[in-house]
């Protein structure tokens, strides 16, 4: 019944090497949005998704890529891995600005680049 | 730009204790205010919603107020059990909906028997 899920939920990468997490929602929403979270620094906005096609900007893009390939699926790429990309990534979706402003994440993806 | 601040970073009580966490936050409109819960090994889980329209929220025993006047909201249980030991965090709704949700750093709360 998880509304969001994520694969893989841990990944191991060589720095250099091309990672792809990848995020699927079964709530219908429009919007989606790929955060990392670390120690100190919280949650952050990476890139988010308006619907299928878009990809924009958040706080922190640079070395990352997004693709919205679809309603659901809503994907994070790291062209070039940096072991400063060790984290957990984190995807939400969410219908904001219909006044139902809250996201709902999934289960997160921890990320270890050697 | 929006921002959040949330001073407490861990905060240690017993069970029955009183929990409060306090948030402030900046931003040009009237601000949606969110708070999310983190369990160990898990995604972010919305607790509570508060608007300047209700001013309040009620979720699970966990009350969330907001106060326009200090700009702040707070998070607060009369009584905590060992099961509400996770991560706590505030969250700010964008000026631009659509932009995602500015965290505050998280508040870890542990509760122990």
């Known amino acids: 019944e998880a509304a969001v899920t994520q694969s893989p939920r841990n990944k191991v990468a060589v720095t250099g090497g091309k990672v792809t997490l990848s995020c699927n929602q079964t709530?219908?929403?429009?919007?989606m949005y790929w955060y990392r979270q670390d120690t100190g620094h919280g949650l952050r906005l990476i890139h988010y998704?308006?619907?299928?096609?878009?990809?924009e900007k958040g706080d922190i893009p640079d070395g990352y890529k997004a693709s919205r390939p679809s309603q659901e699926n809503f994907s994070l790429i790291l062209e070039l891995a940096t072991p400063s990309q060790t984290s957990v990534y984190f995807c939400?979706?969410?219908?904001?600005?219909?006044?139902?402003?809250?996201?709902?994440f999934g289960p997160g993806t921890r990320l270890t680049v050697l | 730009g929006d921002s959040v601040t949330q001073k407490q970073g861990q905060v240690t009580l017993s069970e029955d204790d009183f929990l409060f966490i306090n948030c402030t936050y900046s931003?040009?409109?009237?601000?949606?205010l969110l708070w999310y819960v983190q369990y160990l090994g898990q995604g972010p889980q919305l607790l509570l919603k508060v608007t300047t329209a209700n001013n309040k929220g009620i979720s699970r025993g966990f009350e969330a107020t907001y106060d326009k006047g200090t700009t702040s909201f707070h998070l607060q249980k009369a009584s905590v059990q060992e099961s509400d030991s996770a991560v706590y965090f505030c969250?700010?709704?964008?000026?631009?909906?659509?932009?995602?949700?500015?965290f505050g750093l998280g508040t870890r709360v542990s509760v122990f028997p």
């Open positions: 931003t040009t409109t009237y601000p949606t």
């Open positions: 939400a979706s969410g219908e904001a600005g219909t006044g139902k402003d809250e996201q709902y």
């Open positions: 998704s308006y619907g299928a096609g878009s990809t």
């Open positions: 709530n219908n929403h429009n919007n």
């Open positions: 969250a700010l709704v964008a000026n631009n909906y659509a932009q995602g949700l500015t």
